[in-house]
């Protein structure tokens, strides 16, 4: 097998499209989030507080299945720019608390519509029933990939 074979088997792999996916919807939703300030990233921690205002900083890490570190990182910047509060529990001081600011509880509607934009675009064309089976199917190869067995 040659060197362009291996290339070209790679590149019709499911896992390059899925790479490859992912840093176009990547693109698009930080396009999208930059019309209101926010940068790609910052949504998802804003979406775990908007439904769970409060929670501490190692549970927006494992929710979000990052290192601790890039949550702190992010928590750092988005306190900047007013978004969000952290504050220490009232019941363990060594737990830092995560709050919304008023900016980011009036940012939830915008954040929804451009999420909402974005899937109109990536799904264009697409039945429902295909939409459906695509995210089914994303789902599934995620899961996969999540087991720790061969």
């Not at 930059?34 to 900083?57: D, F, K, P, Y």
């Not at 720019?81 to 060594?94: F, G, K, V």
Request: proline content about 4%; some cysteine.
């Amino acid at each position: 097998m040659t060197m362009d074979r291996s290339a070209q088997q790679i590149k019709e792999s499911v896992g390059y499209a899925l790479a490859q996916l992912c840093k176009a919807h990547r693109y698009a939703i930080d396009e999208a989030l930059r019309a209101h300030g926010l940068r790609v990233g910052q949504e998802m921690i804003l979406l775990e507080l908007w439904t769970h205002n409060g929670c501490s900083q190692s549970q927006l890490a494992e929710s979000l299945c990052v290192e601790p570190p890039t949550v702190t990182k992010m928590l750092q910047r988005m306190s900047a720019e007013d978004l969000l509060d952290r504050r220490p529990d009232p019941e363990d001081a060594r737990v830092s608390r995560v709050f919304l600011s008023p900016r980011a509880r009036g940012l939830e509607a915008d954040v929804v519509t451009a999420w909402a934009d974005v899937e109109t675009r990536a799904t264009a064309g697409m039945t429902a029933e295909e939409r459906i089976l695509l995210r089914r199917l994303l789902i599934q190869v995620r899961a996969n990939l999540a087991r720790t067995d061969p």
